[in-house]
Antibody
């Protein structure tokens, strides 16, 4: 079964850091580009960033709202992608999803992990 | 950044109705347009990719059309399990922006 499972969410104070993980199974992780998408409660979907595969130099790209604060990485030996979030703001509070693309749509998606930034 | 505008933002329909949702891109995106369905508390699910290709396992009552800047998602005969929020997304350029969503509710 093709599956993505996020972990690492939780409550963090403004200015703090958190690292999310996304464990993949059931497909060739090393060949896929991996994306992170977030969703504020009751709102729409916001693309956060992506990391491409080795053949594409592990290139990363980020939304303007997180650039310079968030870093996406991957460990192909562990079939896992990561989202390192630093200098967190209250507006970063959201459910964070990881997802895969092979060049077309995003599929599958993980179940999501809640990140709450609050004092 | 490419802006994606969906209309309507919400609609009420009955089981068996034909439903059409529109998505407009702020600049041409070819056919780099995907549609997702999201139910409350669940992750989005890919329905249509490359504007009109049906994702494996998705009901054929869903169809997509369009190219350039104007796209449409059609549900030919609305079923109870189709009541959800639908999002379009462009993957033509970074950032891969989403539309604001269309909530399909029961009339």
């Amino acid at each position: 079964e093709v599956q993505l499972v996020e972990s690492g969410g939780g409550l963090v104070q403004p200015g703090g850091s958190l690292k999310l993980s996304c464990a993949a199974s059931g497909f060739l992780f090393s060949g896929s580009a991996m994306h992170w998408v977030r969703q504020v409660s009751g709102k729409g979907l916001e693309w956060v960033g992506r990391i491409r595969n080795k053949n594409n130099g592990y290139a990363t790209a980020y939304a303007a709202s997180v650039k310079g604060r968030f870093t996406i990485s991957r460990d192909d030996s562990k079939d896992t992608a990561y989202l390192q979030m630093n200098s967190l703001k209250t507006e970063d509070t959201a459910v964070y999803y990881c997802t895969r693309t092979l060049g077309f749509g995003f599929d599958p998606w993980g179940q999501g992990t809640q990140v709450t930034v609050s004092s | 950044d490419i802006q994606m505008t969906q209309s309507p933002s919400s609609l009420s329909a009955s089981v068996g109705d034909r439903v059409t949702i529109s998505c407009r891109a702020s600049q041409t995106i070819g056919r780099y347009l995907n549609w997702y369905q999201q139910k409350p508390g669940k992750a989005p699910k890919l329905l249509i990719y490359a504007a009109s290709s049906l994702q494996n396992g998705v009901s054929s009552r869903f169809s997509g059309s369009g190219s350039g800047t104007d796209f449409t998602l059609t549900i030919s005969s609305l079923q109870r399990e189709d009541f959800a929020t639908y999002y379009c997304q462009q993957t033509f350029s970074i950032p891969n922006t989403f539309g604001g969503g269309t909530k399909v509710e029961i009339k």
